[in-house]
């Protein structure tokens, strides 16, 4: 028997057990889905359902009506149209302007510069609330008060979206910018060409958080649209609820349409979401 003859075993692979953090993290993990289940099963009830006291925690059976009379009886779609064209506009701006703004900031030398980011960055410890009327004084005198123009134009950049992009910019080796510099690329055709494409991970980061934040919004809407025409989801569907009455089966309907385009938005870039996190915090 010669050795070419004894064939080795190969180990069979050792099977994960689970470590103590997941039997902590799963039940959280429970708790926090039970709200969105909750909202998917009050969605297809009906108003007398919704009504017990206490209500059914599985519905009975699957009644559409709260859908159906929210895509017809009420102006959702063109809320979430409206909702959709403010989002998208402030995603490209901020991805634009931010990250413009944060390779200005990691690789030009000016005066002031580590001032200027600081006062950036520090606008961020100041409420929105404290600059409401200001700012609605402003968009007032430039006639775009009850416009879309006035849910986009203030959010069209960002400290946070600076500063990430700054502190990815920070970490971005020196050796590929020189190089294209000495084939001749000028310092803009280096920032096309070589660092955005590299910086994908922070650029998509930077777009997840602004849609979401820009989706969500629902205090400066109110404030600066005054037509039902104009409004976004989210201060749409604050209409449904009064003083007197809740339509609560198409609020829920509402809520679950209005979730799902976060939802699928953040699992799409959710791994390259934590890759930016995490570079900027090694920064």
Same mark, same amino acid.
């Given at each position: 028997?010669?050795?070419?003859?004894?064939?080795?075993? &190969?180990?069979?692979?050792? =099977?994960?057990?689970?470590?103590? $953090?997941?039997?902590?993290?799963?039940?959280?993990?429970?708790?926090?889905?039970?709200?969105?289940?909750?909202? @998917?099963?009050?969605?297809?009830?009906?108003?007398?359902?919704?009504?017990?006291?206490?209500?059914?925690? /599985?519905? #009975?059976?699957?009644? @559409? %009506?709260?859908?159906? +009379?929210?895509?017809?009886?009420?102006?959702?779609?063109?809320?979430?149209?409206?909702?959709?064209?403010?989002?998208?506009?402030?995603?490209?701006?901020?991805?634009?302007?931010?990250?413009?703004?944060?390779?200005?900031?990691?690789?030009?030398?000016?005066?002031? $510069?580590?001032?200027?980011? *600081?006062?950036? /960055?520090?606008?961020?410890?100041?409420?929105?609330?404290? %600059?409401? /009327?200001?700012?609605?004084?402003?968009?007032?005198k430039l006639h775009l008060i009850n416009t879309l123009g006035a849910l986009i134009a203030p959010q069209l950049a960002s400290?946070?979206?600076?500063?990430?992009?700054?502190?990815?910019?920070?970490?971005? #080796?020196? &050796?590929?910018? &020189?190089?294209?510099?000495?084939?001749?690329?000028?310092?803009?055709?280096? !920032?096309?060409?070589?660092?955005?494409?590299?910086? =994908?991970?922070?650029?998509?980061?930077?777009?997840?958080?602004? !849609?979401?934040?820009?989706?969500?919004? @629902?205090?400066?809407?109110? *404030?600066? /649209?005054?037509?039902?025409?104009?409004? %976004?989801?989210?201060?749409? @569907?604050? %209409?449904? +609820?009064?003083?007197?009455?809740?339509?609560?089966?198409?609020?829920?309907?509402?809520?679950?349409?209005?979730? *799902?385009?976060?939802?699928?938005?953040?699992?799409?870039?959710?791994?390259?979401?934590?890759?930016?996190?995490?570079?900027? *915090?090694?920064?």
């Amino acid at each position: 028997m010669t050795t070419a003859d004894v064939t080795i075993a &190969e180990p069979t692979p050792r =099977r994960r057990l689970p470590s103590p $953090r997941h039997l902590v993290l799963l039940p959280l993990s429970l708790l926090m889905v039970i709200p969105f289940v909750y909202m @998917l099963g009050a969605s297809v009830m009906t108003k007398a359902q919704l009504n017990r006291f206490p209500p059914p925690l /599985i519905p #009975p059976g699957v009644n @559409l %009506t709260g859908y159906r +009379q929210l895509l017809s009886d009420s102006e959702f779609p063109r809320w979430f149209l409206n909702s959709v064209i403010v989002s998208l506009a402030i995603v490209v701006s901020q991805v634009v302007l931010c990250s413009m703004a944060g390779y200005a900031f990691a690789r030009l030398r000016f005066v002031g $510069r580590r001032a200027a980011l *600081v006062l950036v /960055i520090a606008t961020t410890l100041i409420p929105f609330q404290l %600059t409401v /009327i200001p700012t609605f004084l402003i968009f007032h005198k430039l006639h775009l008060i009850n416009t879309l123009g006035a849910l986009i134009a203030p959010q069209l950049a960002s400290a946070l979206g600076v500063y990430l992009m700054t502190s990815f910019f920070q970490n971005f #080796p020196r &050796e590929l910018e &020189e190089a294209a510099r000495m084939d001749g690329c000028s310092r803009w055709g280096v !920032f096309f060409r070589v660092v955005l494409p590299v910086a =994908r991970p922070a650029l998509s980061a930077l777009a997840v958080i602004t !849609f979401i934040y820009a989706w969500n919004d @629902l205090f400066w809407p109110m *404030v600066a /649209i005054s037509s039902k025409e104009n409004y %976004t989801v989210q201060a749409g @569907l604050a %209409t449904f +609820q009064g003083q007197h009455r809740a339509d609560w089966p198409q609020i829920m309907a509402g809520t679950v349409l209005t979730t *799902v385009p976060v939802l699928l938005v953040f699992l799409i870039g959710q791994r390259r979401f934590v890759q930016a996190l995490a570079g900027a *915090v090694k920064g």
